[in-house]
């Protein structure tokens, strides 16, 4: 079974991608899908912008809405279940962020294609979506096929428990699939699984990808400073508006 509290001890984001997305919509109505626990949505509110947050797990949504009342923005949120590969909120954003790979949590081109088509129908003309992920490298020479071992990858803390985190991959270059598997090893010996799938992509298909949607690439950045994407970059920051 699921659990959010383990998901958002564990999921802590990458080095500076709070502040980065709050440059970026510092004051602006902003709708962030995939929002987890809120880590970056309750930030933004703080701003004085109003936020919705979509997800499409309960337990993520009930952390959100504790979290964001105990920051004392809880009436500048509102927080949503539902599947982010369609969704119909009736409304127009100057904001749509996707932070720490969650579009990859979409299972391939076609669903991420509905995805940036709800985007395009929720962006105001002037709006911007904004999302990054890693980038795995494209070339053969990629280092892992098949699978790795479990290996220790951190320890958290969880309702006062020390907990041993341990991670091992799976990769499927061809299929652009990767799944994370997660072992929770807690004081008392007992243990607790969970894995995550994910179908990443390269910046070419996300290009396409736009423009099928209505929506242009306006910056790919290799990372959170601006910098320009290269061969061997590890992470690419995405901009894009409406077509027209
Ligand atoms: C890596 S976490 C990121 C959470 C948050 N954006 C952050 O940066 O801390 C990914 C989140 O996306 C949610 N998610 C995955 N697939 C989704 C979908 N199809 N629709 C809505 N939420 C989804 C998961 O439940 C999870 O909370």
Known sequence: MFRPDLYQALHTGNDGDIAFYLSRCQAKNTLELGCGAGRISIEIAKTGAQIIGIDEHTGMIDIAKQKATEA?????????????????????????????????????????????KSISRHLTLSGELWFDGYLMPSNEEYEFEGHTEYEDLM???????????????????????????????????????????????YPDQIKDLLKQCGLKARYIWADFQGNPLKEDSERMIVCAKLAQ
């Open 72 to 116: 004392g923005v809880s009436e500048k949120c509102t927080w949503l279940e539902a599947d982010m590969e369609e969704f119909d909120l009736k409304k127009r954003f100057e904001r749509i962020i996707i932070p720490y790979s969650t579009f990859y949590c979409l299972p391939d081109l076609s669903a991420k294609r509905e995805c940036l």
């Open 155 to 201: 320890e958290i803390e969880v309702n006062g428990q020390k907990v041993k985190v341990q991670e091992m991959d799976q990769h499927d270059q061809d299929e652009q699939r990767c799944m994370i598997h997660y072992r929770f090893l807690f004081e008392d010996g007992s243990m607790h699984k969970e894995k995550i799938h994910h179908h990443y992509i």
